[in-house]
């Protein structure tokens, strides 16, 4: 007989020891843990502990409090929260008195760090740990051990051939066993038959898709705990040098100390900026750019870079983004003897996208009115970097075409030496005075670069002397960054490979009949049910059967010098088990 399918015969039932044979050629495609939510803990402190480790580190439950880490994180996403923005946390608390209390109690104006989410974050990590430690040892077993031999019946198989052939059953075996290798199996000689297995990249996928987990919950982690960020805003000419004190404000992780901070200082040569000076997208931004030179330590050579918006400057781990822009006056101001008690570059904050700006110049010492009495000078500033007549509320194009500054001075006491603490930007005028001119109104002015406001009285005098640029750095600083991509990559790839890889088991039996002639079956099985195991033992059938081609079935005459046997045809198996 040239080819030949078989299965179990209708409504036959397998014996015992073919399901226990079956099963054991089955055995080990995986190392999934054994489901154990269904058993029963066994009695006693540490029959519940068993049990408890054993739900804890079950794939169910992983899953569980992975989908309650995602949960948890929404809050986090739609609530202002402290570590990220105290004063829209302040505008929340104000403006729901009700709920905040709650939200208080819950931990949800900062998620990330309360005891809920580093709970479920905590058992997550352990689950994946108590997970993944024996089903590697296991796979590791698998590795070192052989493939079982093959089943006593290899018709129950899903993907089963057989035919009949006048080679030794010693050849069949031995071209079967080089033909598996060559097919990058491991395959070994067992008793009558070869047993062949491949896919263990499947399982080693799977695992490097857990392991990666662990890993970026590491990172991720390490990151938040001593990750630092803080807000500098420098003016062209200026500097920064990265101590705390330097930072307009800052934040970081709770295990995070000021000695992790990266030693490096940096100048803003110039900031460039360029917009679109026509069509409907007139004055939006096209180049925001910083030139900057910068040096690494102490005593670190000095070198030069460029700062973009979305292109930062790595130091170490530390991380320079480019978030702002605006415009800084520089302001000079006289007393009334004419000494110079004030003159630097006064950063305004810009208030639309034309860069109308605002801000406040504070004169704290050293001034003295026409009678030599000493005090305090703030100045209220309006800046238009395009002014155009009958625009006057607001710039008309964000660059300096036109730039002028309007000037509100007041005389007095700022408060500054009350101990409250307040805004560089904003001018209490709770105990200041206005300054009148000849008509007895407020005094206000308009300034074009060199230009000078006269205080009335012989007060001194304020010049406009012309306009620098500031750019505002976010430095962040965040470790195991690159853990987390990494694991973030891997994970792509181990999933990848869990997905599209299939573990599978190929036997080949060659045997003498009982009327002398040679019968070589194969069976193929699968971790899961799948078309390629059978199209995968098709091809090698066809290429064994070309090495040990069938012989005619005794009962019917012998083919002719002309004509051709069929190959053996795979198909699954009636009634096969997986």
Same mark, same amino acid.
């Given at each position: 007989?040239?080819?030949?399918?078989?299965?179990?015969?209708?409504?036959?039932?397998?014996?015992?020891?073919?399901?226990?044979?079956?099963?054991?050629?089955?055995?080990?495609?995986?190392?999934?843990?054994?489901?154990t939510?269904?058993?029963?803990p066994a009695?006693?402190?540490?029959?519940?502990?068993?049990?408890?480790w054993?739900?804890?580190?079950?794939?169910?439950?992983?899953?569980?409090?992975?989908?309650?880490?995602?949960?948890?994180?929404i809050?986090?996403?739609? /609530?202002?929260?402290?570590?990220?923005?105290?004063?829209?946390?302040?505008?929340?608390?104000?403006? =729901?008195?009700?709920?905040?209390?709650?939200?208080?109690?819950?931990?949800?104006? =900062?998620?990330?760090?309360?005891?809920?989410?580093?709970?479920?974050? /905590?058992?997550?990590?352990?689950?994946?740990?108590?997970?993944?430690?024996?089903?590697?040892?296991?796979?590791?077993?698998?590795?070192?051990?052989?493939?079982?031999?093959?089943?006593?019946?290899?018709?129950?198989?899903?993907?089963?051939?057989?035919?009949?052939?006048?080679?030794e059953?010693?050849?069949?075996?031995?071209?079967?066993?080089?033909?598996?290798?060559?097919?990058?199996?491991?395959? =070994?000689?067992?008793?009558?038959?070869?047993?062949?297995?491949?896919?263990?990249?499947?399982?080693?996928?799977?695992?490097?898709? =857990? /392991?990666?987990?662990?890993?970026?919950?590491?990172?991720?982690?390490?990151?938040?705990?001593?990750?630092?960020?803080?807000?500098?805003?420098?003016v062209?000419?200026?500097?920064?040098?990265?101590?705390?004190?330097?930072?307009?404000?800052?934040?970081?992780?709770?295990?995070?100390?000021?000695?992790?901070?990266?030693?490096?200082?940096?100048?803003?040569?110039?900031?460039?900026g360029?917009?679109?000076?026509?069509?409907?997208?007139?004055?939006?931004?096209r180049?925001?750019?910083?030139?900057?030179?910068?040096?690494?330590?102490?005593?670190?050579?000095?070198?030069?870079?460029?700062?973009?918006?979305?292109?930062?400057?790595?130091?170490?781990?530390?991380?320079?983004?480019?978030?702002?822009?605006g415009?800084?006056?520089?302001?000079?101001?006289?007393?009334?003897?004419?000494?110079?008690?004030?003159?630097?570059?006064?950063?305004?904050?810009?208030?639309?996208?034309?860069?109308?700006?605002?801000?406040?110049?504070?004169?704290?010492?050293?001034?003295?009115?026409?009678?030599?009495?000493?005090?305090?000078?703030?100045?209220?500033?309006?800046?238009?970097?395009?002014?155009?007549?009958?625009?006057?509320?607001?710039?008309?194009?964000?660059?300096?075409r036109?730039?002028?500054?309007?000037?509100?001075?007041?005389?007095?006491?700022?408060?500054?030496?009350?101990?409250?603490?307040?805004?560089?930007?904003?001018?209490?005028?709770?105990?200041?005075?206005?300054?009148?001119?000849?008509?007895?109104?407020?005094?206000?002015?308009?300034?074009?670069?060199?230009?000078?406001?006269?205080?009335?009285?012989?007060?001194?005098?304020?010049?406009?002397?012309?306009?620098?640029?500031?750019?505002?750095f976010?430095?962040?600083?965040q470790?195991?960054?690159?853990?987390?991509?990494g694991?973030?990559?891997?994970?792509?790839?181990?999933?990848?490979?869990?997905?599209?890889?299939?573990?599978r088991?190929?036997?080949?039996?060659?045997?003498?009949?009982?009327?002398?002639?040679?019968?070589?079956?194969?069976?193929?099985?699968?971790?899961?049910?799948?078309?390629?195991?059978p199209?995968?033992l098709?091809?090698?059938?066809?290429?064994?059967?070309?090495?040990?081609?069938?012989?005619?079935?005794?009962?019917?005459?012998?083919?002719?010098?002309?004509?051709?046997?069929?190959?053996?045809?795979?198909?699954?198996?009636?009634?096969?088990?997986?």
């Amino acid at each position: 007989m040239s080819k030949s399918t078989v299965g179990p015969a209708p409504g036959e039932t397998p014996a015992a020891s073919d399901e226990q044979d079956l099963g054991a050629a089955g055995s080990q495609l995986s190392t999934a843990p054994v489901d154990t939510l269904a058993s029963g803990p066994a009695l006693g402190l540490i029959g519940w502990a068993r049990w408890f480790w054993r739900q804890l580190t079950s794939m169910r439950v992983a899953l569980l409090l992975l989908l309650l880490l995602a949960l948890g994180a929404i809050p986090g996403s739609l /609530i202002p929260q402290s570590g990220t923005d105290e004063t829209k946390v302040a505008e929340f608390r104000q403006a =729901h008195g009700t709920l905040a209390p709650v939200y208080d109690r819950l931990g949800l104006f =900062h998620v990330y760090s309360s005891v809920w989410f580093s709970a479920i974050y /905590i058992l997550l990590f352990v689950s994946l740990i108590g997970c993944i430690v024996p089903r590697t040892w296991q796979f590791v077993g698998q590795l070192r051990s052989r493939p079982p031999g093959a089943p006593k019946r290899l018709t129950r198989l899903p993907a089963y051939t057989t035919w009949r052939t006048d080679t030794e059953p010693e050849q069949v075996r031995a071209a079967a066993l080089t033909l598996l290798r060559k097919r990058r199996f491991r395959a =070994h000689p067992a008793g009558d038959a070869v047993a062949a297995e491949k896919g263990y990249l499947r399982e080693v996928g799977n695992l490097s898709f =857990h /392991i990666a987990l662990i890993v970026m919950l590491v990172a991720f982690a390490c990151g938040q705990l001593y990750k630092s960020e803080g807000n500098k805003l420098v003016v062209e000419g200026d500097g920064f040098s990265n101590t705390l004190t330097q930072y307009n404000d800052f934040k970081s992780g709770n295990l995070f100390s000021t000695d992790n901070l990266n030693p490096f200082s940096f100048t803003l040569d110039k900031f460039t900026g360029t917009y679109e000076t026509s069509g409907p997208n007139t004055g939006t931004a096209r180049t925001f750019q910083s030139a900057i030179t910068y040096s690494v330590g102490a005593y670190g050579k000095d070198k030069k870079a460029v700062v973009k918006v979305n292109h930062p400057l790595e130091i170490d781990d530390s991380k320079i983004y480019l978030t702002a822009h605006g415009y800084a006056p520089v302001i000079t101001v006289r007393d009334g003897k004419g000494n110079v008690v004030y003159r630097d570059a006064v950063p305004l904050l810009p208030l639309d996208s034309n860069i109308t700006s605002s801000g406040v110049i504070k004169v704290l010492d050293g001034y003295r009115d026409a009678k030599g009495a000493g005090e305090q000078l703030g100045i209220s500033a309006f800046f238009l970097p395009t002014y155009t007549k009958g625009s006057e509320a607001a710039s008309t194009f964000p660059a300096l075409r036109n730039p002028v500054l309007n000037l509100t001075p007041y005389h007095g006491d700022l408060g500054v030496d009350s101990g409250i603490p307040q805004s560089v930007y904003q001018l209490d005028k709770s105990h200041m005075k206005e300054f009148k001119d000849s008509k007895g109104a407020q005094l206000r002015d308009n300034l074009k670069p060199g230009e000078t406001m006269t205080l009335p009285n012989g007060a001194g005098s304020v010049t406009y002397e012309g306009t620098k640029e500031w750019a505002n750095f976010q430095i962040t600083q965040q470790p195991a960054s690159g853990w987390a991509l990494g694991g973030a990559i891997a994970a792509i790839f181990g999933l990848a490979g869990s997905l599209f890889l299939q573990r599978r088991r190929v036997w080949v039996r060659a045997v003498k009949g009982d009327d002398g002639v040679t019968v070589v079956e194969m069976g193929g099985l699968g971790r899961s049910e799948s078309a390629k195991v059978p199209e995968e033992l098709g091809d090698l059938a066809g290429i064994l059967y070309d090495q040990a081609p069938s012989t005619p079935d005794p009962d019917t005459p012998g083919p002719s010098a002309s004509s051709v046997s069929p190959e053996p045809e795979v198909v699954p198996a009636e009634g096969a088990e997986k």
